[in-house]
């Protein structure tokens, strides 16, 4: 009898043992599904290990979508060349002592613009706030080096034409009839009487567009001053004139291409095929051929010529600031005024009334 009982609480172990693996498995095929498990603990709500890794990763997914792409690429590339320059002269770059970032800055005043070397400096903060480190900016030895260059160098930014309306017309006349050509209208009128940046244009879908009979709606989704997407619908009027019409020319523009949804504005290579999405270099460039095509000087346009356009042409006609300010979607009026003056810079100009 002895020996049948312990077999048989041997058997009943094995049982209970077999019961909790079969437990444990459902569990974990449970946790894999669901994903974190929140456990509730004296000290709060934590995560369980197998969660908090993939905490981690969306933490550090929303991190970085804190600042926007061209920004976390700049910062990339200035934080790799900052820490191959010290590696190259057995330096220290993580953490930095305040010394060796003044000599960095002094070594490249020269080759660089003062704000893209402060753009360097506030990459190299941030990438030793991110490892636990403090980097003081207030240094002198960081301080000093900076307002000597910026004395040195002078802090006034590239200046480029505006793309008022005599100029916006000689470069649609530019326009013939090929797909091209027909893409290049309605991004110059769009981009110019939308007062639209760079990024902003290439942003766009054809679902963010609508045309109506009082001209375009257009739905920005994301922009400079809009970082976490709240978006902002903006009005284009028809002007009612063959050739500089914004919604004729993108109705014809989405009609030729045949295009109904994604990119609005794509590549379009020397077969007349269309491509990707059209890049801010893209636009860029388009502007500068079609300133050439025009007899102008490329090399004194960009993408921002369109949107310092409109507002230019804007503040030239007089109209009120409160009103561009609304196309132009300025948080202040500081860089209308810009406009502003740049439109009325030869207005009571002494020269013509001198007699020579």
Not at 17 to 22: D, I
Not at 216 to 230: A, H, M, N, P, Y
Request: positive net charge.
């Amino acid at each position: 009898m002895g020996l049948d009982v312990v077999e048989d609480e041997a058997a009943l172990n094995r049982n209970i043992a077999a019961l909790h693996a079969r437990r444990e498995e459902r569990r974990l095929r449970v946790c894999e599904a669901r994903g974190p498990v929140l456990v509730a603990t004296t000290g709060g709500v934590i995560a369980t290990p197998d969660g908090l890794a993939d905490l981690a990763d969306r933490a550090r997914a929303f991190s970085a979508s804190a600042h926007a792409d061209a920004t976390r690429h700049a910062y990339k590339a200035d934080w790799s060349l900052f820490a191959a320059w010290c590696d190259a002269r057995g330096l220290l770059a993580l953490p930095a002592d305040a010394h060796t970032v003044g000599l960095f800055l002094a070594d490249h005043a020269h080759a660089v613009k003062p704000a893209t070397l402060d753009r360097r400096l506030a990459a190299i903060a941030k990438a030793h706030k991110a490892a636990g480190h403090h980097l003081d900016k207030s240094h002198p030895a960081i301080r000093d080096v900076r307002r000597g260059i910026r004395r040195t160098r002078g802090v006034a930014q590239r200046h480029v034409e505006a793309i008022t309306v005599p100029v916006l017309r000689r470069l649609l006349d530019t326009c013939g009839s090929r797909l091209l050509d027909v893409r290049d209208r309605s991004l110059l009128l769009l981009g110019h009487l939308g007062a639209l940046r760079r990024s902003e244009l290439v942003g766009l879908d054809v679902e963010d567009i609508t045309v109506l009979p009082e001209g375009l709606r257009v739905l920005i989704r994301r922009s400079k001053t809009d970082q976490e997407g709240e978006g902002q619908a903006i009005a284009i009027g028809r002007t009612g004139r063959p050739g500089t019409c914004p919604a004729g020319a993108y109705a014809a523009w989405v009609s030729a291409a045949g295009i109904a949804t994604g990119p609005a504005f794509r590549g379009i290579d020397r077969h007349g095929r269309l491509g990707e999405r059209l890049t801010g270099h893209g636009v860029a460039k388009i502007i500068k051929r079609r300133a050439a095509l025009a007899g102008l000087d490329p090399e004194q346009y960009s993408g921002h010529s369109l949107r310092a356009g409109l507002a230019t042409a804007a503040a030239a006609a007089g109209i009120e600031e409160r009103r561009i300010m609304k196309v132009t979607r300025h948080a202040s009026v500081v860089m209308v005024r810009r406009y502003i003056r740049a439109a009325s810079l030869f207005e009571n100009n002494v020269a013509a009334d001198l007699g020579l």
